[in-house]
């Protein structure tokens, strides 16, 4: 018997299953920081299953995806350096061994040229590639 007719879940004995895949909601970078990429979720996942960084492809970056990890309905990429506020990032994802997958087991789809929304901000910097700071020790953003 189908949940209220949305395809939620199967009623087993009194109790809803849950069926569904996980849906990306988001995927955006610099809202965690410049050098990290967060895909939002629309439920908790599996913080036991962790992707690889092999998993995982940025396109848009001369950067590399340097860890995954898995914090509630987040997975957070964090790259290998900063990601610029000029650049147009895509990220591709393909499951394998440790796919992302909610707290019942359903795996979230694969990712194919899913756009990023870039919140970075660049800072002004001296000519040896030092970040110029206010008087209150903060970088001065562009």
């Not at 970056?61 to 997975?75: A, C, H, P, Q």
């Not at 650049?87 to 393909?94: C, E, G, N, S």
């Amino acid at each position: 018997m189908l949940g209220l007719g949305l395809g939620i879940g199967v009623a087993r004995f009194g109790v809803m299953e849950d069926i569904i895949a996980p849906i990306l909601l988001v995927a955006e970078v610099g809202t965690v920081g410049d050098d990290t990429i967060t895909l939002l979720y629309n439920e908790d996942l599996d913080e036991l299953s962790i992707p690889s960084v092999l998993d995982y492809s940025v396109v848009g970056t001369i950067l590399t995806v340097n860890s995954v990890g898995v914090d509630g309905r987040y997975i957070i990429i964090e790259m290998t350096g900063n990601i610029t506020e000029i650049d147009a990032i895509t990220i591709f994802y393909t499951a394998a061994a440790d796919p992302v997958r909610d707290l019942s087991g359903n795996e979230a789809a694969n990712l194919v040229a899913q756009e990023v929304t870039n919140n970075t901000q660049n800072y002004l910097m001296d000519h040896d590639g030092a970040y110029i700071l206010d008087h209150d020790g903060d970088k001065i953003p562009i």
